[in-house]
Nanobody
Framework: VQLQASGGGLVQAGGSLRLSCAAS????????MGWFRQAPGKEREFVAS????????RYATSVKDRFTIARDNDKNTVYLQMIALKPEDTAVYYC???????????????WGQGTLVTVSS
């Protein structure tokens, strides 16, 4: 499956953005999906994950209560709604997919190309 992330941009601290990840296959509903991010000079880190049906989600502690992951399987799209953004949220955000397990536990099989989020103070 191919993943196409979009929605990044420049936003002031306290603002919001919604990222989208479009999957190339109608069968993308079979995949566990998630978002990761990589800040300059840092390793890529887990942000959020969502189960195939969307009924189970998980978040990194740093984004819990500010970010919401959701999916629309009819549109083959996963979203990351981000509010109350902080300068430390600045990173390239990647969507990812795993066929059998949550991306929180297993290294994703597939990655999107990344979308840059910059939060100014």
């Amino acid at each position: 499956v191919q993943l196409q992330a979009s929605g990044g941009g420049l936003v002031q601290a306290g603002g919001s953005l919604r990222l989208s990840c479009a999957a190339s296959e109608r069968t993308s509903s079979r995949y566990y999906m998630g978002w990761f991010r990589q800040a300059p000079g840092k390793e890529r880190e887990f942000v959020a994950s969502i189960s195939q049906s969307g009924d189970s989600t998980r978040y990194a502690t740093s984004v819990k209560d500010r970010f919401t992951i959701a999916r629309d399987n009819d549109k083959n799209t996963v979203y990351l709604q981000m509010i109350a953004l902080k300068p430390e949220d600045t990173a390239v955000y990647y969507c990812a997919a795993h066929r059998f397990y949550s991306v929180y536990y297993a290294r994703p099989h597939y990655w999107g190309q990344g979308t840059l989020v910059t939060v100014s103070s």
